[in-house]
């Protein structure tokens, strides 16, 4: 079965500080990886994602995200946080025809 | 550019009511996806429709039904409400069921049962 492990619940950075969010998934076949943004009472926002090809993704407002199929691993970074990154961030995995699986998500708290 | 419509924003409901939740998807997307996201809790996915049919089913309880219509937008109905139904519910859709474009998500629905 599909699973998405995000290793931080809670991340806290002062702006300008540099973001690396963690994202393990376990699936056996060919993936599809997403990162999705969900600010505070708002619906989710897509970051980015990964279908194929070049594994290093550029997203929106400056993120990116590495595919490292060894690792079984897509992490978010940012080189410079802004206090208007502070929300949650859910890392997703879909295979094929499916739905997406959604990680625990990692709050993000961006101090000025 | 049109997005996934979803109707109402708020809903209250007593116990034991029943409720629907409506979602409009983008034009030409034939694939729905429901998702129940509890207070600080990750998107857990319910059930998903693709050309009209059920294609996956998820945790959503016998209480609720679901199907697509022939204009591709959905209906979640929820029956015997209870307590921990409380949640914000979001429909996403995406052309093909492949996800393509990322599984553009609706505003979501907050229901409160009370």
């Known amino acids: 079965a599909q699973s998405v492990s995000q290793h931080n619940h809670h991340v806290i950075l002062s702006e300008a500080a540099s973001l690396e969010l963690g994202c393990n998934y376990s699936y056996g076949g060919t993936v599809n990886l997403f990162w999705y943004v969900q600010y505070p009472g708002q619906h989710l926002q897509l970051l980015l994602k990964y279908f194929s090809g070049d594994p290093l993704v550029k997203g929106i407002k400056g993120f990116e995200a590495e595919f490292i199929k060894s690792k079984f691993s897509f992490n978010l970074r940012k080189p410079s946080v802004q206090w208007s990154d502070t929300a949650e961030y859910f890392c997703?995995?879909?295979?094929?025809?499916?739905?997406?699986?959604f990680g625990a998500g990692t709050r993000l708290a961006v101090h000025p | 550019a049109a997005g996934v419509i979803q109707s109402p924003r708020h809903l209250i409901k007593e116990k034991r009511e029943t409720a629907t939740l409506k979602c409009y998807p983008i034009?030409?997307?034939?694939?729905v996806y429901w998702y129940q996201q509890g207070p600080g809790q990750d998107p857990q996915f319910l059930i998903s429709?693709?050309?009209?049919?059920?294609?996956d089913k998820g945790s959503i309880p016998d209480r609720f039904s679901a199907q697509q219509f022939s204009d591709y937008h959905s209906e979640l109905n929820m029956s015997s409400l209870e307590l921990g139904d409380s949640a914000l519910y979001f429909c996403a859709s995406s052309l093909g069921g492949r996800g393509r474009d990322g599984y553009t998500f609706g505003s979501g629905t907050r229901l409160t049962v009370v």
């Open positions: 034009p030409r997307h034939d694939t």
């Open positions: 429709f693709y050309e009209k049919m059920q294609s």
């Open positions: 997703a995995v879909s295979g094929g025809y499916n739905k997406l699986i």
